[in-house]
């Protein structure tokens, strides 16, 4: 997690890097609409995910040295496995060139029904599918997290179950992911404003999930805008999770756009994070308040220098 990064002039409008020539051309932007930083990288790693500045830069690529020279040391893709790989490979040639991490992709996520959650998910062609597509994945763009999401609640089986199947389930997953170093992160999600009726909800309840499997690779991706949705309280209960948050994500409430929009003091669990020594990635899954365009691309810029701590 090197601090200190070299970075180029960037212009959007050089011919070089454009997606290994995969992934069309990109827009020229005048230095006017550029932030000009002076401040170097964030003191926390902040990762936007891909298409959060496509007005500066709609290549993809193009687009991780624009998020490199605003200070940003990670990005995040929750559909990197559906990118063509010689676009993945093109991405990680360019994270490599500025010392950037990789964050979270989705490696398995089901909205209609049970899946991890269901007995014998484990032994069923689309688990061991979707864990070796996650995998090989991983390996190409330089990952480690990937995000699980177990499925919807079950209003048939006792939750007491589920959770043992879930257990069960998850475990098999650990045991694909250990040997490579891989860790997948499971994400409660509200009820009340997008996501009602899924089977992970609250931390507590991801907590005693990765207590069961046990494993360096089953942690929580603990989201701040669901939780302060689902049951606030956000710096005690990520301390009494603390031991198995792997990963943070971000987004003011209501709203679900970046901080300083909303009612959640960013600043102080920015700085909470950062006392308890904190070196992982915080993914920026939120939208911008301002809608598209490059100025409102330039708040979020802002918001995070506003924010990040001292």
Known sequence: MTKDINRRQFTLGSASLVGAGALGATNASSSESEPQRQDGPFSLRYAPPLGMFSAHAPDPVEQVHWIADQGFT??????????????????????DQHDMQMGVFVAHSE????????????????????????IETAKRVGAKWMTVVP??????????FQLAYCVDNLRRAAEMLEPHGLVMVLEPLNWLVNHPGMYLERTPQAYAICRGVNSPSCKILYDIYHQQISEGDLIHNIDRAWDEIGYFQIGDNPGRNEPGTGEINYRKIFEHLKKRGFEGILGMEHGKAGGSGVESELAVVRAYREHDPD
């Open 74 to 95: 990670a990005i995040e893709d929750n559909g990197m496995p559906g990118r063509p790989k010689q676009v993945q490979e093109a991405i990680r040639k360019a994270l």
């Open 111 to 134: 909205w209609g029904g049970p899946s991890f959650n269901a007995k014998d998910f484990g032994s069923t062609d689309r688990f061991k599918s979707d864990m070796q597509n996650a």
């Open 151 to 160: 499925g919807k609640h079950d209003q048939r089986v006792h939750p007491e």
